[in-house]
């Protein structure tokens, strides 16, 4: 079964944003939430990262639409796409930074805003495509995988490695002493490591299971790494830990 797009609603006039997330949902787009304020996004982004953000450009709070992109791209590579009653051309220069993949205007035409999406999630899937075929080869043997860094092929004990984070098209190996930055997606190294292990815990985090420091309702962390821990996987990640 097809995954569907995960949206994440930020926009501080509610009535707008429950019309949004009615028609998106018909549509058969996953509604991870809605926020109203720049830095309650940021929180939602983090802990529960959507495919991609509708983001309003003028959102109450400390920090507007923009500043919120921009904060959010500092840890996540995600797909932004504005809208704004605003058009002024200031406005659209300062947004312009932050590399939007669209602008909607409001009042927004919902069968637009579906157009847009589409375009949106064509793009992310050709993206993807063509990181899958540069795929880097990455051998495995029985305790250990040997990983290309920097020219050469490197062997990393899989003991050593804490946890592995997506990052788009490509996902980090995380040690204790540094990371590794793979051609490959956290689909396909779940694939490949040994599932009594390395544990999905969220749709961004795969975790060597041995080394859990602590265990929480919400989150998990590794090394003082807090890494959020998702519903859906916690049920599988508590099972699996009753086998070690």
């Known amino acids: 079964m097809e995954s569907k797009t995960r949206v994440l609603?930020?926009?501080?006039?509610?009535?707008?944003?429950?019309?949004?997330?009615l028609q998106l949902s018909k549509l058969g787009y996953e509604i991870t939430g809605i926020e109203s304020r720049g830095e309650e996004a940021l929180i939602h982004a983090r802990l529960n990262t959507p495919d991609l953000v509708l983001m309003d450009i003028n959102l109450k709070g400390s920090i507007d639409g923009i500043e919120t992109a921009y904060s959010m791209q500092t840890t996540i590579d995600i797909p932004i796409v504005y809208i704004t009653a605003n058009n002024d051309e200031a406005t659209f220069e300062k947004a312009k930074k932050t590399h939007p993949f669209a602008f909607i205007a409001k009042p927004i035409n919902m069968r637009?805003?579906?157009r847009t999406l589409s375009l949106v999630e064509e793009q992310i899937n050709k993206t993807n495509k063509k990181a899958a075929e540069?795929?880097?080869i990455v051998e495995f043997l029985n305790d250990?995988?040997?990983?290309?860094?920097?020219?050469?092929?490197v062997k990393l004990l899989l003991d050593d490695i804490l946890f592995l984070e997506a990052d788009r098209n490509y996902c980090q190996i995380v040690?204790?002493?540094q990371y590794y930055l793979l051609t490959a997606t956290l689909k396909v190294m779940q694939d490949k490591l040994p599932n009594s292990v390395f544990v999905r815990v969220h749709r961004?985090?795969?975790?060597n299971i041995t080394r859990l420091d602590v265990v929480a309702e919400s989150h998990v962390e590794i090394n003082r790494k807090v890494i959020p821990l998702s519903k859906s996987y916690k049920e599988a990640l508590l099972k699996h830990l009753q086998t070690i």
């Open 9 to 21: 609603i930020v926009e501080d006039d509610m009535i707008i944003a429950a019309n949004i997330s």
């Open 112 to 114: 637009a805003l579906h």
């Open 134 to 136: 540069k795929e880097e």
């Open 144 to 153: 250990r995988i040997f990983i290309r860094h920097h020219g050469q092929m």
């Open 175 to 177: 040690t204790s002493k």
């Open 204 to 207: 961004s985090y795969i975790v």
